[in-house]
């Protein structure tokens, strides 16, 4: 079920599988590989074994185009053919 970005709670949390499937990505390692460029949602380190994203700011994110890169990074493909979000 594909849910509006709009319509994602302000509050709260939400596991990195719940992202995976909201932005369409397959693969754990993308996450990751934004994470390390700075690019997508912040990822929240609750202990060795669980990570979180606020949905305030996955919400965010997606309504500004999901389009925040770091200054002096462009488009592209990431590692493993994992696409970059531009």
């Given at each position: 079920?594909?849910?509006?970005?709009?319509?994602?709670?302000?509050?709260?949390?939400?596991?990195?599988k719940e992202?995976?499937?909201?932005?369409g990505v397959r693969a754990r390692a993308t996450l990751w590989h934004?994470?390390?460029?700075?690019?997508?949602p912040t990822k929240y380190v609750i202990n060795?074994?669980?990570?979180r994203y606020s949905r305030s700011e996955?919400?965010?994110?997606l309504l500004d185009g999901a389009k925040r890169?770091?200054?002096?990074?462009?488009?592209g493909v990431g590692q493993g053919g994992d696409a970059v979000v531009a």
């Open positions: 079920m594909v849910i509006p970005a709009a319509d994602l709670p302000d509050d709260a949390t939400m596991p990195p992202l995976m499937q909201l932005v934004w994470d390390r460029k700075g690019i997508g060795a074994r669980t990570v996955v919400r965010a994110w890169l770091p200054p002096g990074q462009g488009a």
